[in-house]
C-alpha cells in the first residue's frame, strides 16, 4: 500500500508534499542516532496520543501510563512539548537535557514536530492520520558531529552553519535534523525561496502572515 497519496483530500496536495511524508515515515521507522525504532516510534504514539488531546482541558484529558519502555523522564519531555511547548524555558530544558542526554533530547524533540506536522497537515487538508510505521531492527549510532559551538540556544549547534538558525536548531544530531526538515521545508517553502516573488496559491508575504500568526497562537517563544 502507498502510503500518503492524498488522492481522496478536497484540496490539491503537490507531490513534493506527499513526498516528504512517505521519507518521513521511512525515517522514523528506523534506528536514529540516540533512540532504537521502537522507542522512536513509541515518542511517536506518545506525541499523537497527546496531540489529540490538545482541545481537552488537561483536568479532563485521560492519557494512559506509557507502556512503551520510555523512562518517566522521556515521557514527560514529550509530553510537554506536544502540549505546552510555549512553557519551555532555559532551566526546564537543562533539567531536561540532564536527565536523557542533549543529543536525546534532540531527537526526541525532532520525532515529536515531524509527527505533529504531519498529523496537522492531514487535519488541514481532511484525511485520516496515517498509520505510524512499524519500528525496524538496529542500534543507535550515538555518534556526535564535529564542529559544534555554543550559539546561546539550550543545546550546542553546528557552527559555523550555512543557513538560518532555525534551520541548524536540530544540528547537534544531523539525522534528526534531516528527519524534521524532510518536512518542514516543502510544506512551509517553496523554490525560490529568497524571492518575494513566488508561483504558488500564496505569495512569501502571505506565508510568512500565516505562519507569523500560528507562531503566535503557539506562543513560540523563536
Request: net charge negative; charged share 20%.
Amino acid at each position: 500500500m502507498t502510503l500518503f497519496t492524498y488522492d481522496d483530500t478536497p484540496v490539491a496536495v503537490g507531490d513534493e508534499i506527499a513526498r516528504s511524508h512517505r521519507d518521513a515515515w521511512d525515517m522514523l521507522a528506523r534506528p536514529g542516532t540516540w533512540w532504537t525504532a521502537a522507542e522512536r516510534i513509541a515518542i511517536a504514539e506518545r506525541a499523537r496520543l497527546l496531540f489529540s488531546l490538545r482541545a481537552t482541558p488537561p483536568w479532563l484529558r485521560t492519557v494512559t501510563p506509557s507502556q512503551a519502555g520510555l523512562s518517566d523522564g522521556a515521557v514527560a519531555i514529550v509530553d510537554r512539548i506536544t502540549l505546552d511547548a510555549g512553557s519551555i524555558d532555559r532551566p526546564w530544558a537543562e533539567k531536561a537535557i540532564a536527565d536523557i542526554g542533549d543529543g536525546a533530547y534532540v531527537e526526541l524533540i525532532a520525532v515529536v514536530a515531524t509527527v505533529v506536522m504531519v498529523d496537522v497537515f492531514a487535519e488541514a487538508v481532511g484525511v485520516a492520520r496515517t498509520p505510524l510505521p512499524r519500528a525496524g531492527e538496529g542500534e543507535p549510532s550515538r555518534l556526535r558531529p564535529d564542529g559544534l559551538g555554543d550559539i546561546g540556544a539550550h543545546v550546542v549547534a553546528l557552527d559555523p552553519f550555512p543557513a538560518a538558525n532555525v534551520a541548524r536548531a536540530l544540528s547537534l544530531v544531523p539525522e534528526a535534523n534531516k528527519l524534521f526538515r524532510c518536512v518542514s521545508v516543502p510544506t512551509y517553502s517553496a523554490p525560490g525561496f529568497s524571492s518575494l516573488q513566488w508561483q504558488t496559491p500564496l505569495t512569501r508575504p502571505q506565508v510568512e502572515l500565516v505562519a507569523s500568526r500560528v507562531a503566535a497562537m503557539n506562543e513560540c517563544f523563536y
